[in-house]
């Protein structure tokens, strides 16, 4: 397993997945200067006992994207410091109910000045962990396990400076096992 990748003064975000080695998780710098790394547990992978959950893969699908007005509606950008709320549940082969979080592939295209996005459960309070940095002028992509509010939407906040546009591409689902 390899990422995230950085240069010199770049703060850089990935979520991966990683397997265990006697319980425990192996991080290395492949790189010729020092890091300074920031690990958050988002969950774990073990069998699936009742009440748990199981991955279910759709067709990817763009279900966000603001340039077009897909997911939204609207041509918007997402304003400095604003939330989004997005519907990941009754389309695109997700179920209408049952579904406990999303797997998304996020991203902000060339961004007119720096910042990080932040996905969470809707109804919930934002978390203080964000899920992608972004740096002016360079587009940013990365993959994103969220959790879904009982509503079956999912809130992207844009902590940078500047609006935004957001992509999110759905690679799939996660449903109440066993799904039906």
Do not use: C
Not at 63 to 84: E, M, Q, S, W, Y
Not at 100 to 128: E, F, H, K, M, Q
Not at 137 to 147: N, S, W
Request: neutral net charge; aromatic residues 6%; glycine residues 16%.
């Amino acid at each position: 397993m390899t990422g995230p990748y950085w240069t010199t003064g770049q703060t850089a975000a990935a979520q991966i997945l990683l397997p265990l080695k006697d319980g425990k998780v192996v991080l290395h710098n492949a790189g010729t200067g020092s890091a300074q790394l920031v690990a958050d547990l988002a969950g774990w992978y073990g069998g699936t006992p009742a009440g748990g959950s199981e991955f279910l893969p759709v067709a990817p699908a763009r279900i966000l994207d603001p340039r077009t007005g897909t997911g939204t509606g609207k041509v918007a950008r997402l304003a400095a410091h604003a939330t989004l709320k997005l519907k990941v549940t009754g389309a695109h082969g997700v179920p209408a109910t049952g579904v406990t979080a999303a797997d998304l592939n996020l991203a902000v295209p060339a961004p007119s000045g720096n910042g990080y996005l932040v996905a969470y459960p809707d109804g919930t309070s934002r978390p203080g962990v964000y899920s992608l940095n972004f740096a002016k002028g360079h587009t940013a992509a990365g993959r994103a396990l969220v959790k879904t509010g009982t509503d079956g939407e999912i809130d992207l906040y844009n902590a940078g400076s500047s609006p935004v546009d957001i992509t999110a591409g759905l690679l799939g689902d996660y449903g109440v096992y066993p799904a039906g």
